[in-house]
């Protein structure tokens, strides 16, 4: 990181990803070109989780390399009097793995709703089983993480 005055610790990029509203997540399409897109995601330990569709171009990359970068930004606000933005991020990247085994789906499921509709827990079961079979959900392993801001 060139701003080292900026850099934060694991901790803090930590409750960044946990905070954020969303995500994005990048990974090189099957051309070896960037593909970026936002997600909604939710963190256990060490591992983000996400839901997609089962079929798009998000899955086929996943499926051709794991290695992604996420990016995770938390507040922000413009200081137009000093021509700067106050921001805190996180960038996390790591491998993505498809989970197959449904239990382990329902469990991941639960994380992204818990912290995304934490008010409407009351419909999950009913709605993990409708849609499970439908819906494919990623989880992406934590091997480094780097936290920033401007204060």
Same mark, same amino acid.
């Given at each position: 990181?060139?701003?080292?005055?900026? =850099?934060?610790?694991? +901790? *803090?990029? &930590?409750?960044?990803?946990?905070?954020?509203?969303?995500? #994005?997540?990048? #990974? #090189?399409?099957?051309?070896?070109?960037?593909?970026?897109?936002?997600?909604?995601?939710?963190?256990?330990? !060490?591992?983000?989780?996400?839901?997609?569709?089962?079929? @798009?171009?998000?899955?086929?990359? &996943?499926?051709?390399?794991? !290695?992604?970068?996420?990016?995770?930004? @938390?507040?922000?606000?413009?200081?137009?009097?000093?021509? /700067?933005?106050?921001?805190?991020?996180?960038? $996390?990247?790591? +491998?993505?793995? =498809?989970?197959?085994?449904? +239990?382990?789906? $329902?469990?991941?499921?639960? *994380?992204?709703?818990?912290?995304?509709?934490?008010?409407?827990?009351?419909? *999950?079961?009913?709605?993990?089983?409708?849609?499970?079979?439908?819906?494919?959900?990623? +989880?992406? /392993? $934590?091997?480094? $993480?780097?936290?920033?801001?401007?204060?």
């Amino acid at each position: 990181m060139r701003r080292k005055d900026r =850099q934060r610790d694991e +901790k *803090f990029a &930590l409750e960044i990803a946990d905070k954020c509203e969303w995500a #994005v997540l990048s #990974v #090189v399409n099957p051309e070896g070109l960037p593909y970026s897109v936002p997600l909604s995601i939710a963190r256990n330990g !060490n591992e983000l989780y996400f839901h997609a569709a089962k079929e @798009g171009l998000k899955t086929e990359c &996943l499926n051709r390399n794991p !290695n992604v970068c996420v990016v995770c930004v @938390g507040d922000t606000e413009r200081r137009a009097d000093k021509f /700067t933005t106050k921001y805190e991020s996180a960038v $996390i990247r790591g +491998k993505a793995a =498809q989970i197959t085994d449904d +239990k382990a789906k $329902i469990e991941a499921l639960g *994380f992204i709703c818990r912290r995304h509709a934490e008010s409407n827990m009351a419909e *999950f079961d009913d709605y993990a089983r409708r849609y499970l079979d439908r819906t494919a959900v990623w +989880k992406i /392993t $934590i091997e480094e $993480i780097t936290g920033k801001c401007n204060e």
